[in-house]
Each structure stands twice: as structure tokens, then as C-alpha cells.
């Protein structure tokens, strides 16, 4: 008879940052992109907990890894061939049974935006950067563990999610025993790839990409996913030059019946969220066929949902994560009726949206969907009035700006710094990212990051958007540590990310003092040459502008 000491066939894991659900408020996650000279592996472990049972199986995944184990169900194992596993429990589920085990990795390297950011946040607080991001140290303990390393003669490590471009970029993938990368969509040809592995066939060596499925093709999850997820739409069509295929590709949505409500229930049933988040590149468009959103079928979503987690109780909550800032000056009573849902009783919370740059002519090239149906020349104007409407309907914007875009000149560093300035009364998070040229990412170059914020200009802008990141931060602390389950360590998280919030902004508000600003009219001119759109006609596609 099958006994689990002697290992699951296939084991699914992920680094211990991206298993954690940090205490049930994943948007405290972001620590996991601090370096490992703040968190020495003993306090990491009391902070990234995993809850699982005694034989090492998770009682809530991340969503993608969720995923991976529903499309293996669906194919026809069973649970006794699949567990999602504790990364601090691999040596239960690991034996002489085992085949497979498959990582799920979200910043293997330590190189994602959030990695460079933090990078910035600290450096430019004169705070000490050491070592690599928690986050990828902890996947190191997950590729390197003791129980893979026994086992290696019978078993395969594949490794996917949004992070498997850092391996393949950098060729790292190879010297860290990685046998297989898996890119794109588990559900077309994940399940046939492990069953090919577990017949004995040899495909050590290579790098999968697969397609994005249908949505008939995509099975609801079984086990629970961090923060509640429940993901309603797939793609956004918008086809911004450094976005993955899987995301920029055409927005499909998932039917409630049968898959989003299913969904919802194994979140609430066995997870125990009281609160779910609708997961969406672009949540306004849910339903829709084109650009434009179709009003009527989010409204129907939203009350479905709505109803559905009030049968649980008044205190079940509905979020959403992204929006552009388009859809949203598209369809302003459409975000009023659903901000009654889900930000309902004066309640406020996060939603996430891709500003990019205020400059027309890079948006131009790089991303001109993401003013559609307006203009380029528009796109500044559209943003302002955005984070307005989502303000008004009392969810506070999580804004991101890219610096070092291919193709990146002083004038539309301008023209973002100008957009800034119109952005400072609204509540935002501004948060400036650097885009890391391949280059730099094949010898993990920082250096990269160094130079942008010894450019005065850039500086600036990311200080200012930094200063404002901190002083909203500040404000909504409370928002931060809000979902967290555990008192104590609320009160705990809650200290210390205003002793921090406050620490940096002091600082960054003396550095930007003594390092002075460009005056207004300098900005003023500077960014009048990034209206021309005429100067960048010719769409540029991002590997060639990467050379
Ligand atoms: S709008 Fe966002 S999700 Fe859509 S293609 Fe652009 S970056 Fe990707």
C-alpha cells in the first residue's frame, strides 16, 4: 500500500516568499522583496509562514500554482499524485515515489520591478543593501533543499510562473539543476509534459512555451489561493511592447456560473477567506469583446458575487486588483456602481494601475492601446481624471511609472514629472519601477539601477514619486495591515511599517533639499518635445530596442 514517506509522484511548491500569505494580508508580501541583511532566515521563517497539515500540504496556494494542481486534477490524477506542498516540508513529501517536482517561482532572481524598487527605497534612504532579495534567497532554499538533492537520480525539477524569464535570460536555470522551464499557460500542455516525465521520457534541457488556452480549457482551482483570488478575466488586448503574451493578449472572461462561483466558494468554504479579491488585468472590462467595456456584464458579476459572500455574512468583503486608467474615464457610472459594492459602508481599499509615463511620445511606441480609445496626446489627461473617479469611489491608486524604457529620453522623464505634480493632491501610491535591460539582467547588473538615480532629472522623479508613495503609505497604513489575521502580529506590522514609512520619507524629503529640484518652467520645456508624437511614428518592438 502507498504510504506518503515514500513521496507523492508529483510535488508542486514554490519559494517560501510567494507560498506565504504573510499572516493572511498578502499586500504585506512586498517585504518579501527586502534583502537578506534585514531578515536573517530565523525571523524570514517566523514571518513568511506557510499553514499546512501535518503531511506537508498547504491549505492555501498561490493562485498560479492553485492552477498548475487543477489542470493535473482535470487531466485525470489524483490527489494521491499531486500535493502542493510546504516549502518547509519537502522532506515528507519527497521520496523514492517522487518524479516531479515543480517550482513556482514569482522573482527567482531578485529582478522583478519589486526587487528594483526596493533597491531604490533603500539606497536612496542611505540604508544599507546587502545580499539578494528575501524573496530570491528563498527560492534558492527551494531549489537547493536537501530532500531534491537526495532524490535527484528519479526526479525532474521544472520550474514556471511569471519568473522564468530571469532563469532562461540569465542561463542560470542550467547551473541551479533546474530540468525543465516551463513559459506560458500550464493548462494546454502542462499535464501532457508531467505525463510524458513520469513515463520515463528524457527532457532534461529544455525551455516549454505554451499557449495561452481558452477559457473552456481552464479548470476551477481545488485548492484555496492566497489572498482570496478568483480570477474573472484573462489577457487585456492592449499589447504593450513589455508585457507577457499570456497578458497582453485578448481579454477572455470567465462565466460565473460554474467556474467564478466555484471558485468563491472553495476560497470561503476551505480557505476561510472573508474576503475575495476578483482577479483581472483589467476588471471594467470584464465581458467585453473589444476595447470598449460592457457595463452591463460587470454590473451582473458584481451583484452575483456580491450576493453570493452575503450568504456567509455581512462582514464577507469584494476587491478587485487592476484597472487601466481608459476603461475608467470610459465608463465612470460603471466604477460608481461597483465601488457602492465593493467599497460599500465608507470602506476604502487598493486597486492597481499602470501609469507607465506621462510622456505621449513613448506610450506612442511602446503602449499605445493603453490610452485606447483615447489618444496618446490624451493619455496624461485621461490618468488625472482616473485616479479622480477611482478616489471618488474611495479606492486609493496604486500607480505605477516605468524609468529606462527602451528608448527613454530627458523629456519624457519630463513629462512624467510633470504628470506627478498633477497627481500630488489625489491618493495615490506612486510608484516609480526601473525596466532592466537584458544586458544587465545576464550579469544581474544593478549598476543599471545606480546610474538612474545618479541622473539628476531621474532622481528627481523617482524621489518625488517616492516621497509621495511614503506620505500615502503613511495614510493608509491601516489598509496595509488591514486583512491581517493575527492581532498581535497586526499591531507588530503595523509599527513597524510606520517607523519605516516615516524613516525613508524623512530622509528622502533631506535629499531631495540638499540636491535641489529643476524649476518648473525647465520641466515645462524639457517635456514640451515629448508631445510630438510625429517624432516616434514607428512602433518599436521591445527585444530589437533592447539591443
Ligand atoms: S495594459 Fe497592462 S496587462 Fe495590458 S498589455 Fe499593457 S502592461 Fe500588459
Known sequence: MFRHNDGYPIVLTSEIATASDTFGASVVGFASAIPENYFRRRIAHMFFRVSSDREGRVKRAPYGLAKVEAALLHYGFSRSDVVIASPYKLDRVIGPRTRIVGIYTMDALGLSYGS???????????????????????????VEHPAIKAHKDHIKVVVGGPATWQLVD????????????????FENYGPVLFERILKGEDVRGRVVNSKPPSVEEVPTIVTPSIGGIV????GCGRGCAFCTPTLSGMISSFPFE????????TNIEKGGFKSITLHSEEFFRYGAKGIDPNPDKVKE?????????????????????????????????LVKFVGEYMNEGGDWSFIEMGIETGSPRLLNMLMAGKAKPFTPRQYPDIVEQAVGILNDNRWVVVGTMILNLPGERDEDVAASLELLDRLRKYRILTFPLPFIPMGALRKRDFTVLDKMIEDPLRRELILKALIKSMEEAVR?????????????????IRRISLFAFNLVLSRYKAKLGQLGEHSAEFIR?????????????VRIPIDEANQ
Request: proline fraction near 3%; glycine fraction near 6%; charge should be neutral.
Open 231 to 234: 480570477e474573472v478575466t484573462r
Open 170 to 185: 540569465t542561463g542560470a536555470w542550467q547551473k541551479l539543476g533546474v530540468d525543465v522551464v516551463y513559459e506560458g499557460s
Open 476 to 492: 493608509s497604513v491601516e489598509l496595509i495591515v488591514g486583512n491581517m489575521e493575527n492581532i498581535v502580529a497586526k499591531l507588530i
Open 116 to 142: 528594483g524598487i526596493l533597491y531604490w527605497v533603500l539606497k536612496l534612504a542611505d540604508l544599507p543593501y546587502r545580499g539578494l532579495p528575501y524573496i530570491a534567497r528563498s527560492f534558492m532554499e527551494v
Open 525 to 537: 520645456k524639457l517635456a514640451s518635445a515629448a508631445w510630438d508624437i510625429s517624432k516616434s511614428p
Open 301 to 333: 458579476l458584481v451583484v452575483k458575487a456580491y450576493k453570493l459572500i452575503k450568504r456567509y455574512g455581512e462582514d464577507y468583503r469584494l476587491h478587485t486588483d487592476f484597472t487601466t486608467a481608459a476603461v475608467v474615464v470610459q465608463a465612470p457610472e
Open 258 to 265: 460554474g467556474h467564478i462561483d466555484k471558485e468563491i466558494i
